[in-house]
């Protein structure tokens, strides 16, 4: 059974870069075909997808926010990790980390961390 679990700060200063990782048992993120997603869910709103990287290193993110979204990831410690620039109010929410199976369901979901974007 994967498991994953978000760190990082709860509080952002408006401006400053958010920066989460997550930390993976259970499973390697270099395996195929899994995939490695973050996805945030703001107070009162639904899901929202951020982006993600394959088993190989290779990302994909949101139109939306791909212009301060990096991810990235360290095999030597089995941890990817989610930057988010220029942050506002507006990206408090809880962040999580979650794996894609074979077949396109997601699977183990971590258990999310809260961040707040505040002066």
């Known amino acids: 059974q994967v498991q994953l679990q978000e760190s990082g700060p709860g509080l952002v200063k408006p401006s400053q870069t958010l920066s989460l990782t997550c930390t993976v048992s259970?499973?390697?993120?270099?395996?195929?075909?899994?995939?490695w997603h973050w996805i945030r869910q703001p107070p009162g709103k639904g899901l929202e997808w951020m982006g993600l990287?394959?088993?190989?290193?290779?990302?994909y993110y949101s139109p939306s926010l791909k212009s301060r979204t990096s991810i990235s990831r360290d095999t030597s410690k089995n941890q990817f990790s989610l930057q988010l620039s220029s942050v506002t109010p507006e990206d408090t929410a809880v962040y999580y980390c979650?794996?894609?199976?074979?077949?396109?369901?997601?699977?183990?979901w971590g258990q999310g961390t809260q961040v707040t974007v505040s002066s």
């Open positions: 979650v794996q894609e199976r074979a077949g396109g369901a997601f699977g183990s």
């Open positions: 259970g499973g390697s993120i270099t395996t195929s075909p899994y995939v």
């Open positions: 990287t394959f088993h190989d290193g290779r990302t």
